[in-house]
């Protein structure tokens, strides 16, 4: 059953349970109440801290109120399959709105909580005989339930639109050159330095600096950065420093215009100048950062990095669940890597991890998936096989990495081996757990000896 009609079949049924003289009475009570309702609730919703954000007290008065009293009596009048349908195509509506302005969802349920609780006051004062009021309320409560989870469908629909464009514009935005975009935000910092340092010069009194912020380095942070570097750890400090410069160096700088002591002036200058080579150097670190991880390739392996592990196990469960074929995640581990540092140096350890990293991408089939895991860790994900394909696959990869000779950078070579752990899905949506057998997997093969595959199912 479609999900529109599975809603319109438990509607039916809702409005079969009722009596008409319940039903009716409940109508009346929103045409009578309707505004004093939407009043009650907006009060409510203005007041509180979440939901303020999204209200204004003039929004309320134009327009809320009214749309509020209305979405009530479309609601409670529904009674036919038609009017059913079109109040729902209300809710869709609603629920679209409430993903563009990304009203928290849990705002939403608090809306309706305090909904039903307005109107089984007023149902209360109805002259219900107890067990009519019991119906009542049971039928004002499904009723919006069923409102909410409509608006809720559309609401996650819109959002899962809204998410993948996003993204879309993300992918859109590093792809392009950004090497040239560096070079072009460090040329921006120099202009305004530039600039700044004759306005320092030869500013007179009343003279305003420009801000960093009004630059187009700064509408370019404001405006682009965001985007780019979403969560990288050296923005938020780009931006302090740019506040810094701006709300507490400029001011003073100004007030050095028109002044012939020159030695304040050189003063704030190297200040402002300082703060700029920081500023340059936290954006060469954000840009480089950006490069490695937003690849998505692991700089030392040219493996995938954990980055997209979430998105491609996601979908593996998906396709999985979808053509019934399992697939499986084998966490192979380098026994005693410590030792080969220790011994070997760094470097070979480094080396080590790249021919690891290509004799794995080698072995298993084009369309498996190979990740750098951890330091001398990495997942394997093994797509449509069965228990003892993959068993056959872990014990392949062990016995090539028993088998290989890695060349180090000074001419010697060294043999290693890797304890494997294996975890076919079994069905369970999530993907840590299925990370977690396979990492208990592997922990009994480092305590049974090393240079062994163990399975979470044995
Ligand atoms: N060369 C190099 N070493 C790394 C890298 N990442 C992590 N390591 C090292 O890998 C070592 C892992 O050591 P442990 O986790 O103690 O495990 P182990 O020595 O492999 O021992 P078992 O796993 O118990 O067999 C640590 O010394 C890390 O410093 C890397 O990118 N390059």
């Not at 809320?64 to 036919?80: A, G, N």
């Not at 899905?425 to 997997?441: C, E, F, G, T, V």
């Amino acid at each position: 059953m479609h999900s529109g009609e599975s809603i319109a079949a438990d509607w039916a049924k809702l409005f079969d349970d009722v009596s008409t003289g319940v039903r009716n009475t409940v109508y009346d009570t929103v045409l009578t109440y309707g505004a004093d309702m939407a009043d009650a609730f907006y009060a409510r919703m203005l007041t509180d801290p979440d939901a303020r954000p999204f209200l204004t007290h003039e929004a309320v008065e134009k327009r809320l109120r009214f749309s509020m009293k209305h979405w009530l009596e479309t609601l409670f009048s529904c009674s036919d399959v038609e009017r059913f349908a079109a109040a729902m195509a209300m809710q869709r509506h609603v629920g679209e709105v409430h993903a563009r302005v990304e009203l928290p969802v849990n705002i939403v349920a608090r809306g309706a909580r305090v909904l039903k609780g307005e109107i089984a006051h007023r149902l209360l004062g109805a002259g219900l005989a107890a067990s009519d009021l019991v119906d009542a309320v049971l039928y004002v409560d499904n009723l919006i339930d069923l409102a909410f989870e409509e608006m809720s469908s559309a609401y996650v629909a819109s959002h899962e639109r809204a998410a993948r464009t996003d993204e879309a514009y993300r992918v859109f935005s590093y792809g392009q050159n950004m090497s040239l975009e560096r070079e072009r935000q460090r040329s921006a910092l120099l202009d305004w330095e530039n600039r700044f340092l004759q306005e320092m010069m030869n500013g007179a009194p009343g003279d305003e600096l420009q801000t960093l912020a009004d630059s187009s380095f700064g509408l370019w942070l404001h405006h682009k950065a965001n985007t780019i570097f979403e969560g990288s750890s050296e923005l938020p400090i780009v931006r302090q420093t740019m506040h810094t410069v701006d709300d507490n160096l400029l001011p003073l700088c100004q007030q050095q215009f028109g002044n012939p002591d020159r030695e304040e002036v050189r003063r704030l200058s190297k200040i402002v100048q300082a703060e700029l080579g920081q500023l340059k150097f936290l954006i060469d670190g954000m840009f480089e950062r950006f490069v490695s991880l937003e690849s998505g390739k692991d700089a030392l392996t040219q493996l995938l990095n954990r980055r997209f592990l979430p998105a491609v196990l996601s979908r593996e469960i998906e396709l999985s669940r979808r053509h019934r074929k399992p697939f499986a995640v084998l966490l192979a581990d380098i026994d005693h890597f410590k030792h080969i540092n220790d011994r070997y140096g760094h470097e070979a350890g480094d080396r080590v991890l790249q021919q690891t990293a290509n004799l794995l991408l080698n072995t298993v089939r084009s369309g498996d998936f190979v990740f750098r895991y951890g330091g001398e860790e990495f997942l394997v994900l093994l797509v449509e096989v069965d228990d003892a394909h993959t068993r056959r696959v872990a014990e392949k990869l062990r016995a090539r990495i028993e088998q290989e000779i890695f060349l180090l950078p000074n001419g010697q070579s060294l043999r290693a081996t890797a304890s494997i752990g294996i975890a076919l899905h079994d069905s369970h949506p999530d993907y840590q757990r299925l990370i977690n057998r396979a990492d208990d997997a592997l922990y009994r093969a480092k305590h049974e000896g090393r240079n062994r595959c163990m399975s979470a199912d044995e």
